[in-house]
Nanobody
C-alpha cells in the first residue's frame, strides 16, 4: 500500500483544514487507517483512527474538533480539522495497518505516507 497525504497549509487560529490521504491498491477497505502528527522537536503522536469497521478513535485533545472519515470507493481517508490552534502546528502523517493492535501506537502501522505540513498562526 502506498499512501499520499495532502491538504496541509497555513491557516489562522480558529480556522479549518481538511487533510486527505490517498491509498493505492484494491484492498483499502480492509485496512484500518490512522492520522498522526509530529511537531518540531517532539515525538510523533496519535491524532485519530478509523478502523476497517468504520469505528473511529480520537486523541483526547482532538475530540470535538477533528473528524476522521473514509471513502472506500475513492481509497481515501480524510481528517477534517476545525477550531485549529497554534499548537496543532505539525507535520501530519497518514498510516495504514491490518493488524489488531492498538490504534494509538506508531509501531502497529505497516505503511506511512510522506506527511503534509499544517501551520496554524496565532
Amino acid at each position: 500500500v502506498q499512501l499520499q497525504a495532502y491538504g496541509g497549509g497555513l491557516v489562522q487560529a480558529g480556522g479549518s483544514l481538511r487533510l486527505s490521504c490517498a491509498a493505492s491498491g484494491r484492498t483499502f477497505a480492509s485496512y484500518s487507517m490512522g492520522w498522526f502528527r509530529q511537531a518540531p522537536g517532539k515525538d510523533r503522536e496519535f491524532v485519530a483512527a478509523i478502523l476497517w469497521s468504520d469505528a473511529t478513535i480520537y486523541a483526547e485533545a482532538m475530540k470535538g474538533r477533528f473528524t476522521i472519515s473514509r471513502d472506500n470507493a475513492k481509497n481515501t481517508v480524510y481528517l477534517q480539522m476545525n477550531s485549529l490552534k497554534p499548537e496543532d502546528t505539525a507535520v501530519y502523517y497518514c498510516a495504514a495497518r491490518r493488524n489488531s493492535g492498538s490504534a494509538y501506537y506508531t509501531t502497529n502501522y505497516n505503511y506511512w505516507g510522506q506527511g503534509t505540513l499544517v501551520t496554524v498562526s496565532s
